[in-house]
């Protein structure tokens, strides 16, 4: 076994003190790489093991002035190996309720969108009709400029740049066509629903 990997009884009573910056720092350069890369082993992925290794430190960090080095009752790689399991185990359980929390509002939504799912297409069906019909009624209040501006940024999705480039127009005369627009838009939404848009 490396040199490096065995824990000096010194570097754990220095590591109690927290402003002792250099035994920390060998610490963490000696124990972080091993909890990830066991933490890797695992199964998790990198970001998930970074986290629970930041965990595990916090863990050591708060609990190693309660630890006493006594070859007799066991190493520190052994108490440090059960702090590692008690922070994965801890992970795992919030992982497992995140799941299921996740897969029950699925099932909510999914029996809800069921039963309600005819309502909700013909809610969109009815927004993207009156939409497009009083988008069709202002057309002609804006030039053609202002109003492929418009429909390239506020229907289609296009970047402000990508536009004022395509159109020789500025970022600003973009923003700005395609608030005007759409407040005429939704002016003519409410005439024809009596409802905002």
């Given at each position: 076994m490396s040199h490096d990997l065995i824990t000096?009884?010194?570097?754990?009573?220095?590591?109690?003190d927290p402003r002792d910056a250099a035994a920390w720092n060998q610490f963490l350069e000696i124990y972080a790489p091993l909890v990830h890369g066991f933490l890797c082993k695992q199964g998790l992925q990198d970001a998930d093991a970074a986290d629970v290794t930041q965990e595990v430190l916090r863990t050591v960090s708060q609990s190693i002035g309660r630890w006493d080095y006594d070859p007799q009752r066991g190493k520190f790689r052994g108490w440090l190996l059960s702090v590692v399991h008690s922070r994965l185990?801890?992970?795992?359980?919030?992982?497992?309720?995140?799941?299921?929390?996740?897969?029950?509002a699925v099932e909510v939504a999914g029996l809800h969108s069921a039963d309600?799912?005819?309502?909700?297409e013909w809610d969109r069906d009815y927004e993207r009709q009156l939409f497009h019909a009083a988008a069709?009624?202002?057309r002609g209040d804006f030039s053609e400029a202002s109003w492929r501006a418009f429909w390239l940024a506020a229907v289609e999705g296009n970047p402000a740049q990508e536009?004022?480039?395509?159109?020789?127009?500025?970022?600003?005369?973009?923003y700005l066509a395609k608030a005007r627009v759409m407040a005429r838009i939704r002016d003519q939404f409410a005439l024809l629903t009596g409802e905002p848009l």
């Open positions: 000096q009884p010194s570097l754990l009573v220095r590591i109690r185990g801890d992970f795992r359980r919030r992982q497992q309720r995140h799941q299921a929390a996740i897969h029950a309600n799912n005819s309502s909700a069709s009624q202002v536009i004022a480039k395509s159109l020789g127009i500025s970022a600003a005369a973009v």
